[in-house]
Each structure stands twice: as structure tokens, then as C-alpha cells.
């Protein structure tokens, strides 16, 4: 079906109202249906992808987006989270932890963002877990062994 509105290319968008009581279906290609719905000023935040129709609240309930447009669409929530998971905008890939005290670290950051989040959730208890675990880790860090080889000692 072609586009009720340049007659040119294939429709893909479909927008319903209602008249007289009566459901009419208008159908439009994608260019059009950006042109006469998706109208965005500077700097103003979308809260759903125009291209696949994905929102906000069903990014941040999934952690999944819908099309590769979501990425610039939904910047404004896609990114936080991004930064949050994998500590930057830009995906660097896997690496080894250089050093003990690095992967100590790290896991140290793990568990302050997961003892910060259960604060603003007012759940102290849960809390309180994580900061237990954030002591242990640092007296650890500051003194005795955390990891001991599996290789057999020689004598």
C-alpha cells in the first residue's frame, strides 16, 4: 500500500482516529509520518522511538532497545544506562584485570553503586549487606592475601 500522503513510497505507519464515532485509518510512509507526527525542537527529549516505538518505559523496564535509531531517538535514557554497565559511552571490549589491586577495585565500585542504589530506595537493610561486604573487601585489600593459588607448593 502507498503512502496516503506523497502517493510515492510504501506505507509502513499507520495513525487511527476517530470521526463521527467511526475509526478511520490514515496510512503513511515513514518519511511523511516523521514529517507530520515526529516534530522534535532542539534539544527536546522523545519518549518513544519513532521508528520502532519503543519508550522510555519499556527501555528502562527491558534494558533492551528495538532498532539502532533508539540510540539517538532515546539518548537522553539510553546512554546512563551504558555508561553505568560498562563504565563509558564507548564499548572498549574485555580486558584482563592488570593487577589484583585493580580487579579488587572494580568490584569494590560494584558494590558501592548496588549499596547507593538500595539508599535511595530506603532499603537499609539490603544496605547494610553491601556495605558489610565493601569492609571486608577493603581490609582485605589493605593487608592479607584475597587469592591463593591452586597449584600444589613445593617442598
Not at 74 to 97: D, N, R, W
Not at 119 to 137: F, G, M, Q
Request: charged fraction near 30%.
Amino acid at each position: 500500500m502507498l503512502c496516503g500522503k506523497c502517493k510515492k513510497n510504501q506505507a509502513t505507519k499507520t495513525y487511527e482516529t476517530l470521526k463521527n464515532g467511526k475509526k478511520q485509518t490514515e496510512y503513511f510512509c515513514l518519511e511523511c509520518y516523521h514529517k507530520g507526527f515526529v516534530y522534535v525542537e532542539e534539544g527536546e527529549a522523545l519518549s518513544a522511538c519513532p521508528y520502532c516505538g519503543t519508550t522510555v518505559a519499556q527501555f528502562k523496564k527491558s534494558s533492551l532497545v528495538g532498532c539502532a535509531q533508539c540510540y539517538q531517538t532515546l539518548a537522553h535514557a539510553v546512554f546512563p544506562v551504558i555508561t553505568k554497565m560498562q563504565g563509558g559511552e564507548k564499548h572498549c571490549g574485555k580486558s584482563a584485570y592488570e593487577t589484583e589491586s585493580a580487579r579488587i577495585e572494580r568490584r569494590l565500585n560494584e558494590l558501592n553503586m548496588m549499596a547507593k542504589k538500595y539508599y535511595r530506595e530506603n532499603d537499609d537493610k539490603s544496605a547494610a549487606v553491601y556495605e558489610e561486604k565493601i569492609d571486608e573487601l577493603r581490609t582485605q585489600k589493605e593487608g592479607d592475601v584475597i587469592w591463593h593459588s591452586s597449584l600444589p607448593s613445593k617442598q
